[in-house]
């Protein structure tokens, strides 16, 4: 659709291997950013190349979503900067079921060789808000691993990774006018009867979540076992504020979508949220999730199979533009300070073991 994957040969450097589960930073996975020039004169030829080299002793298979091995989703793969201002994400956040996700959902790079991906970032960015100028690329480089022989990644087998990568710097000095990721705009809304009403229970399910999880943090504290776990020293502050906006939400405008109006429903990915309306669209998967209440007879805050919980992710990404660093709790509480306030899943995991622990 937007990219194009090859493998390449990689240069050899020494270094350690990432098979060591316990290692979150390497510097034998470096990712390299390229472009074909250093200058453009209109946003929409601008495509970057991310190279991924594996220079350790071992194979490696990670998660491509979200990150710069993500060659078939307008998911976000770099962050953008100009004078040191970040430029608007206008791509696709998602929720992901790792135990639906096939081998399509990831990325295996052999020992000593390198997997490259080409992006076309020219919709993905509102370059024209920011004006033309000097762009700083810097690519997501979080990964998330399991074992080689994993046909389904299972929850506990998840292991996080910290690549190393230096940004790249292009100017765009002419034309940087918006350029339109999406063929059309959506305007279907659910009209199955049985979809829209699981839809509608899995919102109003997202919204108390939001809102007893939000009681929680304020009675309890920044002290409190599971706050720690999942928020580190993060002030409550901005953790009941994020859940607030959830619990509160009233837009007239934002569309929550049975129809996958734009085709991005791949392997594994439970919803999705255009970031450029908020609109929330529900992938066929989805539909075997569970209410919320299920938590308290026959499914676990591990298994992430709660509707109100992926609603819930979603609805922060369309609220409070949280991001997608980890999918998977332990790996959510593994995340540092900083990242597991803007990581969404870390919201889902949160509020439903919340809901467990106090009302079940």
């Not at 994993?150 to 190393?164: C, P």
């Not at 006018?177 to 999406?182: G, T």
């Not at 908020?278 to 299920?294: G, H, K, L, W």
């Not at 998977?328 to 870390?346: E, R, T, V």
């Amino acid at each position: 659709m937007f990219f194009a994957t090859f493998l390449t040969l990689a240069f050899a450097f020494a270094s350690t291997a990432v098979a060591d589960p316990n290692k979150r930073t390497t510097d034998s996975l470096p990712v390299e950013p390229s472009a074909a020039a250093n200058t453009f004169n209109s946003v929409t030829d601008l495509i970057l190349t991310a190279t991924v080299s594996n220079n350790g002793a071992e194979s490696i298979k990670v998660l491509k979503y979200g990150t710069i091995l993500d060659g078939d989703l307008p998911t976000r793969s770099f962050t953008v900067t100009r004078d040191d201002k970040e430029v608007d994400f206008t791509g696709i956040k998602i929720s992901v079921s790792l135990e639906d996700a096939d081998e399509s959902a990831y990325v295996t790079i052999p020992a000593g060789e390198s997997v490259a991906v080409t992006h076309d970032v020219s919709a993905l960015f509102d370059f024209a808000a920011a004006g033309k100028g000097a762009f700083t690329f810097t690519p997501i480089i979080t990964f998330q691993s399991v074992p080689l022989d994993e046909k389904v990644a299972a929850r506990s087998q998840l292991t996080a990774i910290e690549a190393v990568s230096t940004p790249i710097t292009i100017s765009i000095t002419g034309d940087v006018a918006k350029v339109d990721m999406l063929s059309s705009r959506a305007t279907d809304i659910c009209t199955t009867a049985s979809k829209k009403s699981f839809i509608d229970a899995s919102y109003t399910e997202a919204k108390s979540l939001a809102s007893i999880a939000s009681s929680y943090v304020t009675s309890r504290g920044s002290s409190d076992y599971l706050y720690r776990a999942y928020w580190g020293s993060t002030a409550t502050s901005r953790v009941i504020s994020i859940l607030n906006a959830v619990a509160n939400e009233n837009s007239s405008s934002r569309t929550l979508s049975c129809v996958d109006t734009f085709n991005f429903c791949s392997s594994g990915i439970l919803a999705y949220t255009v970031t450029d309306t908020t609109n929330i669209y529900y992938c066929s998967i989805f539909f075997n999730q569970v209410a919320t209440s299920e938590l308290c007879h026959r499914t676990s805050v591990a298994s992430r199979n709660v509707r109100g919980g992926t609603t819930l992710h979603e609805l922060t990404h369309a609220t409070s533009g949280t991001a997608d660093f980890a999918y998977g709790c332990p790996d959510d509480q593994a995340l540092s300070d900083s990242k597991k306030i803007q990581n969404a899943d870390n919201f889902n995991c949160f509020t439903t073991q919340v809901y467990a622990s106090t009302r079940c």
